[in-house]
Nanobody, 123 residues
Framework: QVQLVESGGGLVQAGDSLTLSCVAS????????MGWFRQAPGKEREFVAA????????KYADSVKGRFTIFRDNAKNTVWLQMDSLKTEDTGVYYC????????????????WGQGTQVTVSS
């Protein structure tokens, strides 16, 4: 069983930056592809970013390319999502997800999810 705990959400203004953290339990983190997703009120959850287990490859949603950066430290079992130039449309609950023993890239499914952290961007 893997537990993912996100933190770092909050209320910020448009144009501000925010960095989310996700800490994973267990010993499988270094072999897991990791992803960030978000869900805005009244909308379906959507993909934001993913990072391969080694950190050498990433993928971003078009809406966040050039503004968000996903990175990880396998020694700390942690993946981060740095969000710059935030927009009001970035508001939502952000979820961290793990694709254990990722056999494909980019991941097609994720095995574990965190509880989410709220990000609210005001105008």
């Amino acid at each position: 069983q893997v537990q993912l705990v996100e933190s770092g959400g909050g209320l910020v203004q448009a144009g501000d930056s925010l960095t989310l953290s996700c800490v994973a339990s267990g010993s499988t983190f270094s072999r897991s592809n990791m992803g960030w997703f978000r869900q805005a009120p009244g909308k379906e959850r959507e993909f934001v970013a993913a990072l391969i287990y080694s950190g050498s490859m990433n993928k971003y949603a078009d809406s966040v390319k050039g503004r968000f950066t996903i990175f990880r430290d396998n020694a700390k079992n942690t993946v981060w999502l740095q969000m710059d130039s935030l927009k009001t449309e970035d508001t939502g609950v952000y979820y961290c997800a793990a694709d254990l023993y990722g056999s494909s890239w980019p991941p097609k499914t994720y095995d574990y999810w965190g509880q989410g952290t709220q990000v609210t961007v005001s105008s």
